[in-house]
């Protein structure tokens, strides 16, 4: 029988959101490895102990930072696909949060997500791929409608993965004071994938 925690109070919830989104950023910018614990207290002025009264270990603070990333995507874009007035909107929705998030608000615990994966145990994989796997499902479903409907290519499954790796590596070439928007790159992005 599993024993249900009680709700955490609002104010450790937000110390444990500080935390997770410092350690995105450490992650990122240092690595896992090389990220010791007292660098996550100091980034968010707690005893290198007291970390541990939010999380069991190191390992499930990286967990946490990509769990983060994955799901605030996901949930952004379960939204926009639900106010897409058409299946051009659809696929429109999902170059404009993919890319928004990734080099937004997010950025930072997505590329743990994908530059870190291999720190994360074979333990903590699963329930990750279960959140990447929930995410990758909205695109499978808007390209195969897309297919259906001749605006895309009929290999949806190679083609989303072909989508969302060259999304991800905008992370490397990407500037914000380059020529595109970040929406206009999603519209150009776009612009090659469709048939019609």
């Known amino acids: 029988m599993s024993v249900v925690e009680p709700p955490r109070p609002p104010e450790e919830n937000n110390r444990r959101m500080a935390l ?3 350690a995105a950023v450490l992650f990122r910018d240092q690595g896992y490895e090389r990220t010791t614990v007292r660098d996550l207290g100091s980034a968010v002025g707690m005893q290198s102990g007291s970390l541990f009264y939010h999380f069991r270990t190191k390992e499930e603070i990286l967990v946490a930072v990509m769990a983060l990333g994955i799901t605030s995507t996901t949930e952004q874009l379960a939204a926009a ?7 051009r909107d659809k696929l429109a929705a999902l170059f404009r949060v993919h890319l928004n998030s ?47 409907a001749g605006l895309v290519k009929q290999d949806t499954r190679l083609l989303r993965r072909t989508l969302l790796g060259s999304l991800h590596w905008t992370v490397q070439w990407y500037r914000r004071d380059g020529e595109l928007s970040v929406d206009d790159l999603a519209r150009h992005m776009l612009q090659l994938v469709l048939t019609e």
């Open 20 to 22: 997770v989104r410092a």
């Open 102 to 148: 990734l080099l937004g608000d997010n950025q930072a615990a997505l590329e743990v997500m994908l530059y870190e994966w291999r720190s994360v145990s074979e333990t903590a994989k699963p329930g990750l791929i279960v959140l990447r796997d929930r995410y990758e499902a909205l695109w499978q479903q808007v390209l195969d409608e897309a297919a259906a």
């Open 81 to 87: 696909l639900a106010e897409a007035a058409s299946l």
